[in-house]
């Protein structure tokens, strides 16, 4: 079947250390994305990718960093310099723009809730 | 500075009697719009989207209606189930500039009464 998997589904980290969440679609999506969302808060856009080996900033990009080296994949690394890193993470692929009938939207994995001990 | 904003951060709504769920934004290059519904610890699901060229999408029980004129958009749903019960997310995107890349409302939590 296809799909968008992120794992793992809860992570625990100790301060100052660096984890690694991965995200992994088979859709044949083009455009990757990676969301966190906060209790009562909506999702917030941190980083991006439209092509492989290409990703751009969110509007909450700092303490973390990503890759793009294969179409199918986007981890996100949540580093020591996150200052509130506690959240649930939301990885998200799509076509790109409207063509072929694609409705524009975007899939979502079940997500990864990341605690900070 | 929020360009989608859902102003009520909760609904409840008695089972059978339509629910009204409102966004609006404040980016003029937004140009396509979407409602995604999430429960719990789950990843949020497409529903409905609309173009700025209409203003009126129905699929089933849902209805988006879209006023470019006040930068306002709403989801009705007609009749309300309890399973509807989950948070509403409006979104909207750029298409012209900015590919699928989606800007997010807070939310709005439904609770449909049985």
């Known amino acids: 079947d296809g799909g968008i998997t992120q794992s793992p589904k809860y992570l625990f980290r100790k301060e100052g250390q660096n984890v690694t969440l991965s995200c992994e679609q088979n859709?044949?999506?083009?455009?990757m994305y990676w969301y966190r969302q906060d209790p009562g808060q909506g999702l917030r856009l941190i980083y991006y990718?439209?092509?492989?080996?290409?990703?751009q900033k969110g509007d909450i990009a700092e303490g973390y960093s990503v890759s793009r080296e294969k179409k199918e994949s986007f981890p996100l690394t949540v580093t020591s310099a996150q200052k509130n890193p506690t959240a649930f993470y939301l990885c998200?692929?799509?076509?790109?723009?409207?063509?072929?009938?694609?409705?524009?939207?975007?899939?979502f994995g079940e997500g990864s809730r990341l605690t900070v001990l | 500075d929020q360009q989608v904003k859902q102003n009520s951060p909760s609904l409840s709504v008695q089972e059978g009697r339509i629910s009204i769920l409102n966004c609006d934004y404040t980016?003029?290059?937004?140009?396509?719009f979407l409602w995604y519904k999430k429960y719990p610890a789950e990843g949020p699901t497409f529903l409905i989207s609309i173009s700025s060229i209409k203003d009126k999408n129905e699929d089933g029980r849902f209805t988006v209606f879209l006023n470019k004129s006040a930068k306002h958009l709403s989801l009705h749903i007609v009749p309300s189930q309890p399973g509807d019960s989950a948070v509403y997310f409006c979104a909207a995107s750029a298409l012209r500039n900015a590919g699928n890349m989606l800007t997010f409302g807070g939310g709005t939590r439904l609770m449909v009464k049985p």
């Open positions: 990718s439209q092509i492989v080996n290409d990703f």
């Open positions: 998200a692929s799509s076509f790109q723009g409207l063509a072929g009938g694609n409705t524009g939207e975007l899939f």
């Open positions: 980016n003029s290059m937004f140009d396509y």
């Open positions: 859709l044949n999506h083009d455009a």
